[in-house]
C-alpha cells in the first residue's frame, strides 16, 4: 500500500482484516527477507489488500474471499471519502481467523485497528545499509497491545502493555524486519504505531537491561498512585556497527564506557479535561523522536549512569501526561529516544471515581459550601468581623485535623471529611469566642495571617522553585516553608487591618477556584494540595511537581485575580473611615449590664427577668389558638 503521508508526520487508518502469509516463527530480533512483489492468493485464503480501500477518485476495487470460494473483483465500484472507514471495519470482520499484514515505512506513523483474534503482521522493506538499530513501538489509549518478534509470543520476546516497543538489532545485509501485534480486548482497539532508525553511533535505548525480561528493553514502565507517578527505565548502552559484538556494559566506568551516557527526562501535557483516543494518537508523535521530543516536551532533570533510573512526579488524575527519555552520547554528540508512555492517573474501567467523574459528592458539597462563605468573606470580611473569625477559624482547624486523622486513623475519606467539617466549625466557634472574651486582636491576626501565611508560601512552592533538588530535603523544606508563611503576620504586625482586608480577599477568592477545581479540572487546586500531599506521604518529596499551565488554568486565574483584587479594593475604600477592629466584646457587655444595673432612669433596668420574659412569650403564642371570646350582651333587649 502506497504511504501518501508525509516522512514522520503521515496518518493512516489500516482497519487490517486481510490475510497475509504467516512467515516461520524464529527467535528474537527475528526478521526474514520477502519478495517484493506480493503472491498472487490461492481462493482458500482471505484478502484484503488495503489499496481497495484508497478512496482516490479513480477506479477502485473492492476484494474479498472466503474459504472455498474464488476472489470476486469488481473494478467498477467508487467509494466516497466517508465511506473509507466503513470498508475498512467491513473488511476486518470479514477477514475471519486470518491475520493481517500492515506495511510500514520508517519513521512514519500508521493508526491501525487491532483485536484479539486476527494478528498483524508490521513489515518494513527496503532497510538502508547504514541503520543499524530499528525501535518499533505501538500504542493505544487504555487497551494493552502484545508486540512481539514471533507470531507465538514469549516472555523474553514479547511485551505487553497501552505503551509498548520492541528493539531490532539489524544483521549485515538485513533489509527486512517483522513484528506482530493484537490486542488483549475482544472489541477492536485504535493504536497507532512507527518504527524509528537509528545509526550505528547512536546509543542503544535499554541495551544493558538487567531488570526487565527482554534482553534488550527500550520501554518505560510506569505506576501510578494517587499521590505519585513512577516510571523506571533500563541503562543504555553504546552504538555499534551491524555484525560487531555489543560493548560490555560493566567493563569500567570510563569514557570508553556506557558509563559516560547521560539521560534526560521529558514531560508533555495533553489538552485538559480531554479524554479522546484521536487527541492522544496525535499528541504521542511529538514525544516518539528525539527532535519533535526536544521540541515540545518540557525537560524536567538529567539522570547520570551513576544515579538509579527511576523518575517520581506528582499525579494528576484525569490530566493526560506524556513521559518519554532521550540517552545523549557526550562523546558523538548523538542520542536516541526511549519509547513514550502516557497516563491518566485514573481508571476509565471504573464505575466510580473514574476519569471522567473523579470528584466524589462529598467533595462538591464541602467545597461549595465553602466557597460561598469565602466569597461573602472576600467582600464582606472586615465589617462582619466575627463571620471572618468563624472563616479562618475553620480552614485552620480543619487543614490540621485533617492531616491528624489521616495520619493516625484509617478511616475512609467520607467519613474524614465529614469531622473535618465537624473540626473546623468548632474552631471557628472558638476562634469568635476567643475574640469575644479576651478580645485580642494580636491573636485573632496571628491565625489569620498564618492561614494567608500558609497560602502564600505555597504558591511559592507551585512555581518552579519548588522542584529544585536542594528542596528534595525535607528538614530544608520546611524550614524554608515555615519561614515564609511566618513573614507574612511579621511584616504587617503594625498594620493589622490591611492584613485582614488581604487575607479576606485572597484566601476568600481561593475558595472559589478550589470549588470551580471540583467540577472543571485546574492545576490551580494544587497550590493546596501538593502541600498536602507533601505533609501526609513521607516520600512525596522525592517527586516533581510540575503541572500543566493551559486555557482552563487562565480563565480561573484570571477569575482569581479578578475576584481578591475586587475584594480586597471594596474592603480598603469601605473601611477607611471606620475604626481598625470592634471593641472588646466582653468588656462592652460588661460595662452594660453595670449601668443597666445602677441607672434607675434607663428603660433597659426595668427589663423582666429572663423567666418572665419566656413565660411572657409562651402566653401569647398560646392565644394565637384560642377563639376570640365574644364581647357584650348578645340577646335581644326586651321591651
Same mark, same amino acid.
Given at each position: 500500500?502506497?504511504?501518501?503521508?508525509?516522512? =514522520?508526520?503521515?496518518?493512516? %487508518? #489500516?482497519?487490517? $482484516?486481510?490475510? +497475509?502469509?504467516?512467515?516461520? /516463527?524464529? *527467535?528474537?530480533?527475528?526478521?526474514?527477507?520477502?519478495?517484493?512483489?506480493?503472491?498472487?492468493?490461492?481462493?482458500?485464503q482471505?484478502?484484503?489488500?488495503?489499496?481497495?480501500?484508497?478512496?482516490?477518485?479513480?477506479?477502485?476495487?473492492?476484494?474479498?474471499?472466503?474459504?472455498?470460494?474464488?476472489?470476486?473483483?469488481?473494478?467498477?465500484?467508487?467509494?466516497?471519502?466517508?465511506?473509507?472507514?466503513?470498508? =475498512?471495519?467491513?473488511?476486518? %470482520? #470479514?477477514?475471519? $481467523?486470518?491475520? +493481517?499484514?500492515?506495511?510500514? /515505512?520508517? *519513521?512514519?506513523?500508521?493508526?491501525?485497528?487491532?483485536?484479539?483474534?486476527?494478528?498483524?503482521?508490521?513489515?518494513?522493506?527496503?532497510?538502508a545499509?547504514?541503520?543499524?538499530?530499528?525501535?518499533?513501538?505501538?500504542?493505544?489509549?487504555?487497551s494493552?497491545?502484545?508486540?512481539?518478534?514471533?507470531?507465538?509470543?514469549?516472555?523474553?520476546?514479547?511485551?505487553?502493555?497501552?505503551?509498548?516497543?520492541?528493539?531490532?538489532?539489524?544483521?549485515?545485509?538485513?533489509?527486512?524486519?517483522?513484528?506482530?501485534?493484537?490486542?488483549?480486548?475482544?472489541?477492536?482497539?485504535?493504536?497507532?504505531?512507527i518504527?524509528?532508525?537509528?545509526?550505528?553511533?547512536?546509543?542503544?535505548?535499554?541495551?544493558c537491561?538487567?531488570?526487565?525480561?527482554?534482553?534488550?528493553?527500550?520501554?518505560?514502565?510506569?505506576?501510578?498512585?494517587?499521590?505519585?507517578?513512577?516510571?523506571?527505565?533500563?541503562?543504555?548502552?553504546?552504538?555499534?556497527?551491524?555484525?560487531?559484538?555489543?560493548?560490555?556494559?560493566?567493563?569500567?566506568?570510563?569514557?570508553n564506557?556506557?558509563?559516560?551516557?547521560?539521560?534526560?527526562?521529558?514531560?508533555?501535557?495533553?489538552?485538559?479535561n480531554?479524554?479522546?483516543?484521536?487527541?492522544?494518537?496525535?499528541?504521542?508523535?511529538?514525544?516518539?523522536?528525539?527532535?519533535?521530543?526536544?521540541?515540545?516536551?518540557?525537560?524536567?532533570?538529567?539522570?547520570?549512569?551513576?544515579?538509579?533510573?527511576?523518575?517520581?512526579?506528582?499525579?494528576?488524575?484525569?490530566?493526560?501526561?506524556?513521559?518519554?527519555?532521550?540517552?545523549?552520547?557526550?562523546?558523538?554528540?548523538?542520542?536516541?529516544?526511549y519509547?513514550?508512555?502516557?497516563?491518566?492517573?485514573?481508571s476509565?474501567?471504573?464505575?466510580?471515581?473514574?476519569?471522567?467523574?473523579?470528584?466524589k459528592?462529598?467533595?462538591?458539597?464541602?467545597?461549595?459550601?465553602?466557597?460561598?462563605?469565602?466569597?461573602f468573606?472576600?467582600?464582606f470580611?472586615h465589617?462582619?468581623w466575627?463571620?471572618?473569625?468563624?472563616?479562618?477559624?475553620?480552614?485552620?482547624?480543619?487543614?490540621?485535623?485533617?492531616?491528624?486523622?489521616?495520619?493516625?486513623?484509617?478511616?475512609?475519606?467520607?467519613?474524614?471529611?465529614?469531622?473535618?467539617?465537624?473540626?473546623?466549625?468548632?474552631?471557628?466557634?472558638?476562634?469568635?469566642?476567643?475574640?469575644?472574651?479576651?478580645?485580642?486582636?494580636?491573636?485573632?491576626?496571628?491565625?489569620?495571617?498564618?492561614?494567608?501565611?500558609?497560602?502564600?508560601?505555597?504558591?511559592?512552592?507551585?512555581?518552579?522553585?519548588?522542584?529544585?533538588?536542594?528542596?528534595?530535603?525535607?528538614?530544608?523544606?520546611?524550614?524554608?516553608?515555615?519561614?515564609?508563611?511566618?513573614?507574612?503576620?511579621?511584616?504587617?504586625?503594625?498594620?493589622?487591618r490591611?492584613?485582614?482586608?488581604?487575607?479576606c480577599?485572597?484566601?476568600?477568592?481561593?475558595?472559589?477556584?478550589?470549588?470551580?477545581?471540583?467540577?472543571?479540572?485546574?492545576?490551580?487546586?494544587?497550590?493546596?494540595?501538593?502541600?498536602?500531599?507533601?505533609?501526609?506521604?513521607?516520600?512525596?518529596?522525592?517527586?516533581y511537581t510540575?503541572?500543566?499551565?493551559?486555557?482552563?488554568?487562565?480563565?480561573?486565574?484570571a477569575?482569581?485575580?479578578?475576584?481578591?483584587?475586587?475584594g480586597?479594593?471594596?474592603?480598603?475604600?469601605?473601611?477607611?473611615?471606620?475604626?481598625?477592629?470592634?471593641?472588646?466584646?466582653?468588656?462592652?457587655?460588661?460595662?452594660?449590664?453595670?449601668?443597666?444595673?445602677?441607672?434607675?432612669?434607663?428603660?433597659?433596668?426595668?427589663?423582666?427577668?429572663?423567666?418572665?420574659?419566656?413565660?411572657?412569650?409562651?402566653?401569647?403564642?398560646?392565644?394565637?389558638?384560642?377563639?376570640?371570646?365574644?364581647?357584650?350582651?348578645?340577646t335581644?333587649?326586651?321591651?
Amino acid at each position: 500500500m502506497a504511504d501518501r503521508s508525509g516522512a =514522520g508526520q503521515g496518518v493512516s %487508518l #489500516l482497519p487490517v $482484516g486481510g490475510a +497475509g502469509r504467516w512467515p516461520p /516463527s524464529g *527467535g528474537p530480533g527475528h526478521a526474514r527477507p520477502l519478495p517484493a512483489r506480493r503472491r498472487l492468493h490461492s481462493p482458500g485464503q482471505v484478502r484484503c489488500d488495503a489499496s481497495c480501500f484508497a478512496a482516490t477518485g479513480v477506479r477502485e476495487q473492492l476484494c474479498w474471499g472466503r474459504r472455498g470460494t474464488a476472489t470476486r473483483r469488481d473494478s467498477a465500484m467508487r467509494f466516497p471519502p466517508g465511506a473509507v472507514l466503513l470498508l =475498512g471495519l467491513l473488511g476486518a %470482520l #470479514l477477514g475471519g $481467523g486470518a491475520s +493481517g499484514l500492515l506495511e510500514l /515505512s520508517l *519513521g512514519k506513523f500508521r493508526n491501525v485497528l487491532l483485536n484479539q483474534t486476527n494478528p498483524v503482521e508490521a513489515v518494513i522493506r527496503n532497510i538502508a545499509s547504514n541503520v543499524t538499530v530499528i525501535i518499533f513501538q505501538v500504542h493505544a489509549q487504555q487497551s494493552d497491545v502484545v508486540i512481539s518478534f514471533d507470531k507465538n509470543p514469549s516472555t523474553n520476546s514479547s511485551g505487553t502493555g497501552v505503551d509498548r516497543g520492541l528493539i531490532s538489532i539489524l544483521r549485515p545485509q538485513q533489509t527486512v524486519c517483522t513484528w506482530y501485534l493484537r490486542s488483549l480486548d475482544a472489541n477492536q482497539v485504535l493504536s497507532t504505531a512507527i518504527s524509528i532508525p537509528y545509526m550505528e553511533k547512536d546509543p542503544i535505548p535499554g541495551g544493558c537491561n538487567l531488570e526487565f525480561d527482554l534482553e534488550v528493553d527500550p520501554n518505560i514502565y510506569l505506576d501510578y498512585t494517587l499521590v505519585d507517578v513512577r516510571i523506571k527505565f533500563a541503562p543504555a548502552n553504546l552504538g555499534y556497527m551491524r555484525g560487531a559484538n555489543p560493548p560490555s556494559c560493566d567493563s569500567g566506568t570510563g569514557q570508553n564506557s556506557r558509563w559516560r551516557l547521560r539521560y534526560d527526562v521529558y514531560q508533555y501535557f495533553l489538552p485538559e479535561n480531554n479524554l479522546s483516543e484521536m487527541v492522544l494518537m496525535n499528541h504521542i508523535r511529538k514525544m516518539s523522536e528525539v527532535q519533535s521530543i526536544k521540541a515540545n516536551g518540557v525537560k524536567m532533570l538529567t539522570v547520570t549512569s551513576d544515579d538509579k533510573t527511576d523518575v517520581y512526579f506528582s499525579s494528576l488524575p484525569g490530566q493526560g501526561v506524556i513521559y518519554n527519555v532521550i540517552v545523549w552520547d557526550p562523546l558523538w554528540n548523538t542520542s536516541a529516544a526511549y519509547i513514550p508512555v502516557h497516563t491518566y492517573a485514573c481508571s476509565f474501567a471504573d464505575l466510580v471515581d473514574n476519569c471522567s467523574s473523579l470528584s466524589k459528592l462529598s467533595t462538591k458539597m464541602f467545597f461549595t459550601a465553602l466557597a460561598v462563605l469565602g466569597l461573602f468573606t472576600c467582600f464582606f470580611g472586615h465589617r462582619f468581623w466575627k463571620t471572618d473569625l468563624f472563616f479562618m477559624g475553620f480552614i485552620f482547624t480543619g487543614f490540621f485535623f485533617f492531616v491528624f486523622i489521616t495520619r493516625v486513623t484509617g478511616l475512609g475519606y467520607d467519613v474524614r471529611l465529614v469531622l473535618t467539617a465537624v473540626a473546623g466549625i468548632t474552631g471557628g466557634i472558638l476562634l469568635v469566642a476567643c475574640w469575644w472574651r479576651f478580645g485580642s486582636v494580636l491573636l485573632c491576626m496571628l491565625i489569620i495571617g498564618l492561614v494567608l501565611g500558609f497560602l502564600f508560601s505555597s504558591m511559592v512552592f507551585f512555581t518552579p522553585l519548588g522542584d529544585y533538588r536542594v528542596f528534595r530535603d525535607d528538614v530544608v523544606f520546611w524550614v524554608t516553608f515555615s519561614s515564609v508563611a511566618l513573614m507574612i503576620p511579621v511584616l504587617f504586625v503594625g498594620c493589622p487591618r490591611i492584613l485582614n482586608i488581604l487575607a479576606c480577599g485572597i484566601v476568600g477568592s481561593y475558595s472559589v477556584v478550589l470549588a470551580i477545581a471540583c467540577y472543571v479540572y485546574t492545576s490551580l487546586a494544587y497550590i493546596a494540595l501538593d502541600l498536602l500531599r507533601r505533609i501526609l506521604n513521607d516520600y512525596f518529596s522525592r517527586a516533581y511537581t510540575n503541572v500543566p499551565f493551559q486555557t482552563n488554568d487562565f480563565i480561573v486565574l484570571a477569575v482569581w485575580i479578578m475576584l481578591a483584587l475586587s475584594g480586597v479594593t471594596m474592603q480598603l475604600r469601605r473601611e477607611r473611615s471606620e475604626v481598625p477592629f470592634p471593641p472588646h466584646p466582653y468588656l462592652t457587655w460588661k460595662r452594660e449590664r453595670e449601668r443597666r444595673s445602677t441607672n434607675v432612669l434607663d428603660p433597659s433596668h426595668h427589663i423582666p427577668p429572663l423567666r418572665e420574659r419566656i413565660h411572657s412569650k409562651l402566653l401569647q403564642i398560646k392565644e394565637l389558638f384560642q377563639k376570640e371570646q365574644p364581647a357584650g350582651e348578645r340577646t335581644p333587649l326586651l321591651l
